[in-house]
């Protein structure tokens, strides 16, 4: 998800400002995005320039409140109706390491894999424990986003079993073989007398 699209389904709530968007998108994603507040303000900026948003009269406090534009509400709408592309998402830095260490002099390929099956496992352990950690109705946003990233981890663990099974099996090329001195000048000395034989 876009932090862009991220502020706009926030704004479709209602009138909020910076501070206010940060913790209700951090809220919204049990954390596991955190924002930092220079990021939510370079957004704001741009989704004014853009006319998706504007930016409303400082409060009392000094305090500048956003609301979402029709235009805004429309870009929105196309955001939720239109699939997510694989050709969209980061590319998958592990299998690109993991490539490169295969084809990469003085890499153990094996312990690169283990060293992330752990890490991946320590990760899933601690997802778990915090998906368990709360049933409470209104923390489902939060617990579905912790599902999603269990999903991937447990996922991302079956891969490496399958990377390690296939490096048991794989055989790396050999060097070419090197043609002995000789060969080619006998087998053409050969060549050559069988033709003179047959005249």
Not at 28 to 56: A, F, K, M
Request: some cysteine.
């Amino acid at each position: 998800m876009s932090i862009r699209h991220g502020l706009l389904a926030l704004l479709e709530r209602g009138q909020m400002y910076g501070y206010q968007l940060r913790a209700a998108f951090e809220e919204s994603t049990g954390s596991t995005w955190p924002l930092n507040i220079g990021q939510v303000y370079t957004t704001l900026s741009r989704l004014e320039r853009d006319g998706l948003v504007r930016p409303l009269p400082e409060s009392e406090a000094g305090q500048r409140p956003y609301e979402i534009t029709d235009a805004g509400r429309a870009d929105l709408a196309l955001w939720f109706a239109t699939p997510i592309s694989r050709t969209d998402r980061p590319r998958d830095e592990l299998a690109i390491k993991l490539a490169l260490a295969l084809t990469t002099p003085g890499v153990d390929v094996r312990s690169v894999v283990q060293a992330q099956r752990s890490a991946t496992m320590r990760a899933l352990q601690e997802l778990t424990r915090l998906k368990y950690g709360s049933n409470r109705p209104e923390d489902l946003p939060w617990r579905l986003v912790l599902d999603s990233m269990v999903f991937q981890a447990e996922a991302e663990v079956r891969w490496l079993d399958h990377c390690e099974t296939s490096l048991v099996r794989h055989r790396p090329p050999g060097p070419p073989p090197v043609p002995r001195p000789g060969n080619d000048d006998a087998r053409d000395a050969a060549s050559w007398a069988g033709e003179e034989a047959r005249r």
